[in-house]
């Protein structure tokens, strides 16, 4: 899936998309913005980058609702197979 360069700003409470920025998420500090998209076992999953440290934190992967799929992660969709 391509991710357009246009962002969004997130509304909690609106489904996560390709575009979507500033994105908050319990637990983690600052914002976040989408930087790839993936259908996994039939789920929209999204690939977040912080807002605040780019790719120098770890990444984390969520579904369209916000909710963390996996966090602490370092080597984009590849670490769902793991």
């Keep these: 899936m391509t991710i ?3 962002y969004i700003n997130w509304i909690k409470g609106k489904p ?3 575009n979507t920025d500033k994105i908050k998420i319990k637990g983690h500090y600052g914002t976040w913005y989408v930087i790839a998209a993936k259908k996994h076992k039939g789920q929209d999953l999204f690939l977040i980058e912080s807002e605040q440290h780019g790719d120098e934190a770890a990444h984390l992967i969520i579904t369209k609702t916000g909710h963390i799929k996996l966090d602490d992660v370092y080597n984009g969709f590849d670490e769902l197979d793991y």
Excluded: A, D, E, M
């Design 4 to 6: 357009p360069k246009k």
């Design 16 to 18: 996560i998309t390709p």
